[in-house]
Structure formats: C-alpha cells, structure tokens
C-alpha cells in the first residue's frame, strides 16, 4: 500500500534551517505531483510547497525565497529545505501525493487534490 514518511523535524531557534525528508514507497514515486503542507493550531492547513513529475515547483507565498522543494525519484524521497526559520513556522509538516497519476499537481495547494500524508513531522522554531 502506499505510504508516506516523513523525517527531519525538530526544535530550532529562529533564522536556523531544517530539512525534511518525506520517502515514499507502495507506488511509482516519479509518476505523481507531491506536496508539503503545514499545520498550525488554529489554522488551517497551509500548503506549502508542491512538486510535479516535470519539475515544475510552486510555492506558498509564505515561504518563498526560503524554503526549497526538491525530489529524487530514484530514491523515492521528496525533501524540503527550510531557511531562515521564523516563529511563525512552527508546526506540523506532512508530505502528500496527489490523487492522479498524470504527474501534475493539478489541484495547486488544494488539500482535496491530495489523497495520501504521511504522519507528519512537528518542526519547532524558538525565537
């Protein structure tokens, strides 16, 4: 079955970097548009950053200029480097692949276009 895991989370003070780690496995990780999305309480889920079979990358607005979304399909792994952490970054982090297979994200950061997360990895940012 399909599976997602993520990784790499942690405490970090402020303006430090993470980098998360998402490895897939249960399907053919190349052929699908994957995602990082976030979750503050109180908020609602935040997409991130999204990756498509192509290459084509988008951000939130949010993290633009700071985070990097990246892939290696050999390795089935999604990753997510994460600079200049502020405050307003902590929270939960997950990694999700699209519902279909034809390598787009063609949902954007729409959470419905999203059918498989992983359990998330809590990144704390201290000031």
């Known amino acids: 079955q399909v599976r997602l895991v993520e990784s790499g989370g942690g405490p970090v003070q402020a303006g430090g970097s993470l980098r998360l780690s998402c490895v897939g496995s249960?399907?053919?990780?190349?052929?699908?548009?994957m995602g990082w999305f976030r979750r503050t309480p109180g908020k609602e889920r935040e997409g991130i950053a999204t990756i498509d079979s192509y290459g084509t990358i988008a951000y939130g607005d949010s993290v633009k200029g700071r985070f990097t979304i990246s892939r290696d399909n050999t390795e089935y792994t999604l990753k997510l480097q994460m600079n200049n952490l502020s405050t307003e970054d902590t929270g939960t982090y997950s990694c999700?692949?699209?519902?279909?297979?034809?390598?787009?994200?063609?949902?954007?950061?729409?959470?419905?276009?999203?059918?498989?997360w992983g359990q998330g990895t809590q990144v704390t940012v201290s000031s």
């Open positions: 249960g399907y053919s990780f190349r052929s699908y548009c």
């Open positions: 999700a692949r699209a519902t279909g297979s034809g390598g787009t994200c063609y949902s954007g950061f729409n959470p419905e276009g999203f059918h498989y």
